[in-house]
T-cell receptor, first 113, second 114 residues
Framework: DQQVKQNSPSLSVQEGRISILNCDYT??????FLWYKKYPAEGPTFLIS?????DKNEDGRFTVFLNKSAKHLSLHIVPSQPGDSAVYFC????????????FGTGTRLKVLA | GAGVSQTPSNKVTEKGKYVELRCDPI?????LYWYRQSLGQGPEFLIY????????DSGLPNDRFFAVRPEGSVSTLKIQRTERGDSAVYLC????????????FGNGTRLTVT
């Protein structure tokens, strides 16, 4: 069963506008969430994380929001840039430690110039 | 500093052959992970090492897959009697092993079984 879901396989956004990528999870024991970006032929690169004790974390153009009651998190990129075009994965881990991160299936973001 | 290094970057092998994939983690990282990514999917957990020991190997699909990390640094993922369904990108990641430390991935080894 898919414990971390990214229901939008792709998203296109105009340069300068906001990109919103969504992620849902089913396991209430998850307490740490991360977003990764992946370019072709490269490994995933860590972007931003959030602990379940927070509902928002911001780093430059990237903000992650966590809604624990809805078991939902989102990544906001503003303003979007063509270099942001990549596949974005959300990942989650549980209270038992930081191992065994569970990844979603990814959303391919295309930022149009 | 140097990131996670994986070799080879590409490996083509015939069905039934044995392969070894190598991972050199970031220096000082105690935790090492192997993931597998198939086309259109997210990374799928295989095994996690803390130091030299496999703390969790619950993601290994069957007994054809085995991984070692004898000195707590470099790790090798070994696949016996390869099958076409093993074709995927095998990703290695390391972390400092402290609570809530992110994984740092290598560029992966693309394995193709013909």
């Amino acid at each position: 069963d898919q414990q971390v879901k990214q229901n939008s396989p792709s998203l296109s956004v105009q340069e300068g506008r906001i990109s919103i990528l969504n992620c849902d999870y089913t396991n209430s024991m998850f307490d740490y969430f991360l977003w990764y970006k992946k370019y072709p032929a490269e490994g995933p690169t860590f972007l931003i994380s959030i602990s379940s004790i927070k509902d928002k974390n911001e780093d430059g153009r990237f903000t992650v929001f966590l809604n624990k009651s809805a078991k939902h998190l989102s990544l906001h990129i503003v303003p979007s840039q063509p270099g942001d075009s990549a596949v974005y994965f959300c990942a989650a881990s549980g209270t038992s430690g930081t191992y065994k991160y569970i990844f979603g299936t990814g959303t391919r973001l295309k930022v149009l110039a | 500093g140097a990131g996670v290094s994986q070799t080879p970057s590409n490996k083509v092998t015939e069905k039934g052959k044995y392969v070894e994939l190598r991972c050199d983690p970031i220096s000082g990282h105690t935790a090492l992970y192997w993931y597998r990514q198939s086309l259109g999917q997210g990374p799928e957990f295989l095994i996690y090492f803390q130091g030299t020991g496999a703390a969790d190997d619950s993601g290994l699909p069957n007994d054809r897959f085995f991984a070692v990390r004898p000195e707590g640094s470099v790790s090798t993922l070994k696949i016996q009697r390869t099958e076409r369904g093993d074709s995927a990108v095998y990703l290695c990641a390391s972390s400092s092993g402290t609570s809530n430390s992110p994984l740092h991935f290598g560029n992966g080894t693309r394995l193709t079984v013909t």
